[in-house]
């Protein structure tokens, strides 16, 4: 689980949207473009090449 304070101030680091946490898969998605960054050990990996675009 991410802290609430922490979701509402990150943004995607390719188009700078507010990105959302999905919990069961634990990853943060960015609505616009469609990125899915990987959350590991409880840290945020926004780094674009880590990166997944989905449809």
Same mark, same amino acid.
């Given at each position: 689980? /991410?802290?609430?304070?922490?979701?509402?101030?990150?943004?995607?680091?390719?188009?700078?949207? $507010? *990105?959302?946490?999905?919990? @069961?898969?634990?990853? /943060?998605?960015?609505?616009?473009?469609?990125?899915?960054?990987?959350?590991?050990?409880?840290? $945020? *990996?926004?780094?674009?090449? @880590?990166?997944?675009?989905?449809?």
């Amino acid at each position: 689980m /991410l802290d609430r304070d922490l979701l509402n101030i990150l943004a995607c680091p390719a188009c700078k949207t $507010p *990105i959302t946490y999905d919990e @069961e898969r634990s990853v /943060l998605k960015c609505g616009n473009c469609h990125r899915v960054y990987p959350v590991r050990d409880g840290i $945020p *990996i926004l780094l674009v090449d @880590e990166a997944i675009v989905e449809a």
